[in-house]
């Protein structure tokens, strides 16, 4: 983490690639306990079409699974693939013990429905943590795979703020892999926690109530600094390819949800766009495939004959 000049606010901007390399030093750890066992997780990346965002993510994954030790199978499409045929390969890899982790790189083309091919994957082998037992498992409670950006956001919490227990989080948006798993996730480390939407009243009011505020809106720089209460730990969720100009020539650019400028005036600490949440979201997918792995040698050994 790095803390700005005394001239400028006592803000800290939370270093996300920093936490990240922890993270994923910590899974190259547990990866090579489990060689010792004689087992090598495997991980099943799937692409459809060629949305160069989502090129690049899978590019990153590929390359992080390789770097802990996980044993990485990519498969890429076009986006005339039928869904028939990724359900297919989605059931091949199921049964195949060489796979403990199988992600499909959303967002998918229009002629495949997203939500059939979540459910498609085994529970077990969900390692983005979308499908609706592993949903349903983490508001009981119950041991299941998480989705991955909403922990990566936690482990900051956690390692920013220390206790979080008491503190009133707010949470803007209200999407499957991010804001009510990150609800789910919150409320489970005891904060209160309030679920932000495009309908709440008066948003800017209710945040300003907030210790912690976690913005996955998708809409750049909607957070202000009015928004915040001095203090506040803010976590930008959002990664919007906004354009720009410099010098005469358009660029593209990434923003967050918050406006950071204005934000870091009042917020202690606060994650960047890019560098903030974005490492942590492929870090927790290397940690999730481990999870993955030992929950199924964990199921395999109960259903073993005594
Ligand atoms: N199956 C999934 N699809 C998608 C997920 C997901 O968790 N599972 N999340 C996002 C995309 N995503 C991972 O897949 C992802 C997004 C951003 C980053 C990241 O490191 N961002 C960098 C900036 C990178 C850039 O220049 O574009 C940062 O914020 O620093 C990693 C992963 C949607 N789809």
């Known amino acids: 983490m790095s803390t700005t000049t005394p001239e400028t606010p006592l803000t800290t901007s939370i270093d996300g690639k920093a936490c990240a390399e922890r993270v994923l030093d ?29 090129q690049v993510y899978v ?33 091949r890899l199921n049964d195949d013990p060489e796979v403990n982790g199988i992600l499909v790189q959303l967002p998918l083309p229009a002629n495949i429905d997203e939500a059939s091919v979540i459910q498609a994957i085994l529970p077990a082998k969900d390692v983005d943590g979308f499908h609706r037992q592993n949903a349903g498992g983490l508001w009981q409670g119950l041991p299941s795979l998480a989705p991955c950006t909403p922990t990566g956001c936690l482990r900051l919490l956690r390692e920013t703020c220390g206790e979080l227990a008491g503190k009133h989080a707010v949470v803007i948006g209200r999407s499957n892999i991010v804001g009510k798993p990150m609800a789910a996730l919150l409320l489970d480390a005891d904060c209160t926690v309030s679920l932000l ?3 709440s009243r008066d948003a800017a009011a209710l945040c300003r109530q907030a210790d912690i505020i976690v913005a996955a809106v998708g809409r750049p720089g ?9 203090g506040a730990v803010v976590i930008d969720v959002g990664i919007n390819r906004i354009e720009s100009e410099t010098g005469g020539e358009r660029r593209t650019r990434l923003v967050g949800d918050v406006d950071f400028a204005a934000a870091s005036q009042v917020a202690s600490a606060i994650t960047p766009v890019p560098g903030g949440v974005g490492p942590m979201t492929i870090a927790y997918l290397m940690q999730n495939t481990v999870t993955a792995t030992r929950l199924q040698r964990h199921q395999a050994s109960a259903a073993e004959p005594a």
């Open 222 to 230: 909607m957070v202000d600094a009015n928004w915040l209460k001095p």
């Open 26 to 54: 910590e899974v190259a750890d547990d990866v090579a306990r489990l060689a010792d066992e004689g087992i090598i997780p495997g991980l099943a990346v799937i692409l459809v079409g060629e949305d160069p965002a989502s």
């Open 197 to 199: 939407h495009s309908k």
């Open 59 to 91: 590019r990153n994954k590929i390359r992080k699974a390789e770097a802990v030790g996980i044993r990485s199978l990519e498969y890429r499409f076009d986006d005339t693939l039928p869904q028939a045929e990724l359900l297919a390969l989605i059931a």
